[in-house]
Nanobody, 115 residues
Framework: QVQLVESGGGLVQAGGSLRLSCVAS????????MGWYRQAPGKQRELVAE???????NYADSVKGRFTISRDNVKITVYLQMNNLKPEDTAVYYC?????????WGQGTQVTVSS
C-alpha cells in the first residue's frame, strides 16, 4: 500500500529548529526523487527542498542555508532539518515523489513559528 506519513512538526519560537520525517511505503524508495512541500494558509503548495536517488539536493531560495534535506533508504524515510526558523515558515509540510506521478498526499505535519 502506497502511503506517506509525515511527522515532527510543532510550535517553535523564531530562531528555533525542527526535524521533520516522512516515511514513504509502497514504492521503490531508493529510486525515487523525494521532495518536501509546504502550504501556508491561503497560499498554494510550494516545493521547498528535493533530493535525488543519489543524494543530490536542491532548495527554494527562501530556505537555502537554513533547511537540509536528507534520506535514509533503509528506513524509507526522507528528513527535513529546519534551522533558524522564521514566522514565514509557518505552514503544513508534506513530502512526495518528484519527476513521476505523485503519490497520494499524506496528512502533512503542522509547523508553527512564533515571533
Amino acid at each position: 500500500q502506497v502511503q506517506l506519513v509525515e511527522s515532527g512538526g510543532g510550535l517553535v519560537q523564531a530562531g528555533g529548529s525542527l526535524r521533520l520525517s516522512c516515511v514513504a511505503s509502497g514504492i521503490i524508495f531508493s529510486f525515487a526523487t523525494m521532495g518536501w512541500y509546504r502550504q501556508a494558509p491561503g497560499k498554494q503548495r510550494e516545493l521547498v527542498a528535493e533530493i535525488t536517488s543519489n543524494g543530490r539536493t536542491n532548495y527554494a531560495d527562501s530556505v537555502k542555508g537554513r533547511f537540509t534535506i536528507s534520506r535514509d533508504n533503509v528506513k524509507i524515510t526522507v528528513y527535513l532539518q529546519m534551522n533558524n526558523l522564521k514566522p514565514e515558515d509557518t505552514a503544513v509540510y508534506y513530502c512526495n515523489r518528484l519527476n513521476t506521478s505523485p503519490l497520494p498526499w499524506g496528512q502533512g505535519t503542522q509547523v508553527t513559528v512564533s515571533s
